[in-house]
T-cell receptor, first 115, second 112 residues
């Protein structure tokens, strides 16, 4: 299994508070991704990174920011959490930009509840 | 606008029989398709994929079929085993693009 650790695994917080989720990899892969999974929607890409300090927006980026100061760490921040951001968040990694070269490997997720 | 659709939220089959999971897509630019399997409290794991230049790809008990004209793909599991019980996600991407679009998933239950 790819070495991906997400922390925390579970978090409950209140509306309006800032939240940061961490993804740590030991595979030295160039690409890292943040997805959210919601019923009826599958997984949707929030942001991704293609190198240290290089990030780009995904399909549902509003309300989220990311940072990657080291190859192994990719942080997802909700500056002011809202109830609509209650979801399960997955981090993924890959060596290649093309999914046909190497499928993305996923962490075990963070369940975030915003009350 | 959901570009990848899995219209069956759930499927139940008997152990030893065939499981067929379906997926439809709307974006004709998609040229690579993947299936992921997900157990509770775990992340999705890659199962099998297919390029648009093929119409079939087989890996052990798992076969994916692609019908480009119908914009439809299916995953066949033969024979089905209780350990196959999981949620299966279909995903699609465009060449040289790491933006995968996922379907909503189908929960497969294989009964002993």
């Amino acid at each position: 299994d790819a070495g991906i650790t997400q922390s925390p695994r579970h978090k409950v917080t209140e509306t309006g508070t800032p939240v940061t989720l961490r993804c740590h990899q030991t595979e030295n892969h160039r690409y890292m991704y943040w997805y959210r999974q919601d019923p009826g929607h599958g997984l949707r890409l929030i942001h991704y990174s293609y190198g240290v300090k290089d990030t780009d927006k995904g399909e549902v980026s509003d309300g989220y920011s990311v940072s990657r100061s080291k190859t192994e760490d990719f942080l997802l921040t909700l500056e002011s959490a809202t109830s609509s951001q209650t979801s399960v968040y997955f981090c993924a990694i890959s060596e290649s930009r093309q999914v046909s070269n190497q499928p993305q490997h996923f962490g075990d997720g963070t369940r975030l509840s915003i009350l | 606008d959901q570009q990848v659709k899995q219209n069956s939220p759930s499927l139940s089959v008997q152990e030893g029989r065939i499981s067929i999971l379906n997926c439809d897509y709307t974006n004709s630019m998609f040229d690579y398709f993947l299936w992921y399997k997900k157990y509770p409290a775990e992340g999705p794991t890659f199962l099998i994929s297919i390029s648009s230049i093929k119409d079939k790809n087989e890996d052990g008990r798992f076969t994916v079929f692609l019908n480009k004209s119908a914009k439809h793909l299916s995953l066949h599991i033969v024979p089905s085993q209780p350990g196959d019980s999981a949620v299966y996600f279909c995903a699609a991407s465009v060449y040289n693009n790491n933006d995968m679009r996922f379907g909503a998933g189908t929960r497969l239950t294989v009964k002993p």
